[in-house]
C-alpha cells in the first residue's frame, strides 16, 4: 500500500546522509561483510532519500549533503517486529498480577479484552495504538505487524482493521483468535461467520490472515477452514501454532505455505522436519513464556534442521504485555540457546523473511534506510546488558527520528 510520506520524510527526499564512524555495523548481507550478519568494523552507511544508496567502511565514505558520528557506537537494521496485538482496549493487570501471585484468577482472559476492546472509542483505539508503536519505535522496531482479533463481530473486526491499516502496512485479520463469546454454543457457526460475512467486511483492510490453532479455540479442520478461505480472497496466511500443547498448527501452516508459524513452543521430529523444509517461518514469541511462566521454546533444533526463525514480541495486553525487541532477544539468548548473533538475526532479517519483506531488516543498498543505534560497541551488547536502555538513535525512511515527540497524537507509521 502506499500512503503520505510525512513532512520529515518530504524534507529528506532527494538528499544523501552519511552515518560513519559505526564500530560495527549489522548489514544482514554476508556479500558486503563478515558472517551471516554482513559484519563490517569502522563501517559507514549512506541514505538517499528514504532508501540506503552504499555500505562499506568510513574511510570509503562518498561525500553527502549531511553527516552524522556515530562516535563508535554499533548500528543494526530496524528490528522488525512481526508478531503483535495493539488494537485492545482495557488492560489485565490483575490476572497478572494473580498468576504471577500464585492466586486463581476467574476473569475471562481474551474475552476481558473483547469486552473493553467492543466498549472502547475509535479515538482511544487510534491512541493506543500510536502510544504502543511509539514506545517500539524509542527501541529501535521500524517495521510492525499488528492484528485484529479483539472484536469477534463484523463491525469490530473491521473496525479494528481500518485502525490498524491507520498506523502500518502489515496488518492481520484475527477474527479466529477464539471463538466469540456470542457464539459460545456454535463453534461451527462462528467459523461460518468469520470465513463468510467477517471476512466480506475484512479482507479490503488486511494483507495477512491468521488464526488461533489450538486447544479450546480452533482446531486443524477449523484453522485450514479459515485460511483457505482467507487465501481465496487474497489475504496471506500465518498460524498461531503449538503454543500451549503440541497440536496441528505447525502442519497446517506448513501445507498451506503460510508466511509463518508464531510460538511453536511444543514440536514433534516432524514439525521441525516440516518447518526446515518450507518456506515457512517458526516465529518465536519469548514474551509469552516470560509473562506466563510457560515452557521455554528452543530454538536450537529448529536452527541446527536449517529452519527460518523470527523473534517477535507477541505484544498484548493479557500474555506479553511488552513491545521491546531487545529484551526478546535477550529471553532468546539466556532461556531459548540462540546465540547473540543468531537472535539479532532472527529479529532483524527473521522478522522481514515472516513478512515477506525484502526490502527491511538488512542494511543493503536499495533496502529501506531503517537503521537503530546503540550506546555499545557491539550488537552482542543487547544480551549482555539485558534492561538497559542502548538504543541511542533511529532511522525510519532516512529521517532520524525524535523518539520522544512521537506519542499519542500518531507521529509515524511504521
Known sequence: MNHPATAAERAAAGRTTAITNIASLVTNDPSLGEGPLGLIQDAAVVFDGDRVAWVGTTSKAPATDSHVDAGGRAALPGFVDSHSHLVFGGDRTAEFNARMSGRPYSAGG??????????????????????????????????????????LTVEDEARALRIAAAHTDEVTFLGAHIVSPDYADDPAGYVDLVTGPMLDACAPHARWIDVFCEQGAFDGDQARAVLTAGKARGLLPRVHANQLHHGP????????????ADHCTHLTAADIDALANSSTVATLLPGAEFSTRAQWPDARPLLDAGATV???????????????????????????????????????????????????????????????????????????RPGVPLVSGVWHRGVRVRTEAYGLNGGVRV
Not at 249 to 260: C, I, R, T
Not at 343 to 359: C, E, I, M, P, Q
Open 310 to 384: 523470527a523473534l517477535s514480541t507477541d505484544c498484548n495486553p493479557g500474555s506479553s504485555f511488552t513491545s521491546s525487541m531487545p529484551f526478546c532477544i535477550a529471553l532468546a539468548v539466556r532461556d531459548m540457546r540462540m546465540t547473540p548473533d543468531e537472535a539479532v538475526w532472527s529479529a532483524t532479517a527473521g522478522g522481514a523473511v515472516a513478512l515477506r519483506r525484502t526490502d527491511v531488516g538488512r542494511l543493503a543498498p536499495g533496502a529501506r534506510a531503517d537503521l537503530t543505534l546503540l550506546d555499545a560497541p557491539s550488537h552482542v551488547h543487547l544480551a549482555y
Open 249 to 260: 498448527g505447525v502442519q497446517v501452516a506448513v501445507e498451506l505455505d503460510a508466511a509463518s
Open 110 to 151: 481474551i474475552r476481558t479484552t473483547v469486552a473493553a476492546t467492543r466498549a472502547a472509542t475509535d479515538e482511544e483505539l487510534h491512541a493506543n495504538v500510536a502510544k504502543y508503536l511509539a514506545e517500539a519505535l524509542r527501541q529501535g522496531t521500524t517495521t510492525l505487524e499488528t492484528k485484529s482479533g479483539y472484536g
